[in-house]
């Protein structure tokens, strides 16, 4: 699986921003996905997670109701859609392919990574 993040950059507090993953290989189709993020000197951190239907996400507490994941399988994409950002929401954003088709907050059970996308939100 080789996973493409991308539509990071910098942002000002409160704005919004859409970022994408494609899955090159076209695994994922079956399997839950997910963002993390890590900010500098931070451990890597859940975000959100969709199932393999879209039919269940899962949000991390500090970015929900400001967040919106969506996937489309057709197309082998993921896009977490950003609002209301803050400046705590700075950070590298990873994309993820889960080992299982329901969704997961749990770092160990995604298996591909890709290289990541900076977010960085100014005050």
């Known amino acids: 699986v080789q996973l493409q993040a991308f539509g990071g950059g910098l942002v000002q507090a409160g704005g919004s921003l859409r970022l994408s993953c494609a899955d090159s290989?076209?695994?994922?189709?079956?399997?839950?996905m997910g963002w993390f993020r890590q900010a500098p000197g931070k451990e890597r951190e859940f975000v959100a997670s969709?199932?393999?239907?879209?039919?269940?996400?899962t949000y991390a507490d500090s970015v929900k109701g400001r967040s919106t994941i969506s996937r489309d399988r057709a197309k082998n994409t993921v896009s977490l859609q950003m609002s209301s950002l803050k400046p705590e929401d700075t950070a590298v954003y990873y994309c993820?392919?889960?080992?299982?088709?329901?969704?997961?907050?749990?770092?160990?059970?995604?298996?591909?990574w890709g290289q990541g996308t900076l977010v960085t939100v100014s005050s």
């Open positions: 993820a392919v889960a080992l299982r088709s329901t969704t997961t907050s749990t770092r160990s059970e995604y298996r591909y």
């Open positions: 290989k076209r695994t994922s189709s079956n399997n839950a």
């Open positions: 969709i199932s393999w239907n879209s039919m269940t996400t």
